[in-house]
């Protein structure tokens, strides 16, 4: 009985605290919040840490350069148009030349 009502505990904590792991890693990602967030996370994710997406700071037209090359040299399979725009707004918004000019001047 004991035993039974221990893994009853045991296993209603697993449910719950998976959510919370599951938030914790979309957190880790340090993409800033914006429309198009969630397909980087998804698209990007695949081969490397988004960090190397964050570390980036580019303008719209080095963005879209940087997806072609990304599909042609290193193995991304092309992106549906519509995810694409999404994925392109985003960066161009939110991983911009000037996001990382204010990065650097604020140490
Ligand atoms: C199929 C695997 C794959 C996917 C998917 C992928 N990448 Fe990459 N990416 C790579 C590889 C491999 C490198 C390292 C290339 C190198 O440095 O030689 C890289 C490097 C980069 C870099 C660093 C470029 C630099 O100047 O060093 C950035 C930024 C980047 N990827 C952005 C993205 C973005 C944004 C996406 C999503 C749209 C994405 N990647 C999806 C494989 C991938």
Redo the contacts with the bound molecule.
């Keep these: 009985m004991a035993r039974s009502l221990f893994a009853h505990i045991f296993f209603g904590f697993l449910l719950v605290s998976a959510p919370i792991a599951w938030g914790e890693e979309d957190t880790d990602s340090d993409l800033p919040p914006g429309e198009g967030r969630e397909e980087?996370e998804i698209?990007?994710s695949?081969?490397?840490s988004l960090k190397?997406?964050t570390q980036?700071g580019l303008s719209r037209a080095d963005w879209d350069e940087?997806?072609v090359w990304?599909v042609d040299e290193?193995?991304?399979d092309e992106l549906p148009p519509d995810d694409r725009k999404l994925?392109l707004d985003y960066?161009a918004k939110h991983i911009s030349i000037e996001r990382v000019r204010e990065m650097r001047k604020t140490p």
């Design positions: 980087v698209y990007c695949a081969c490397h190397i997406v980036q940087l997806l990304m290193q193995g991304m994925v960066l």
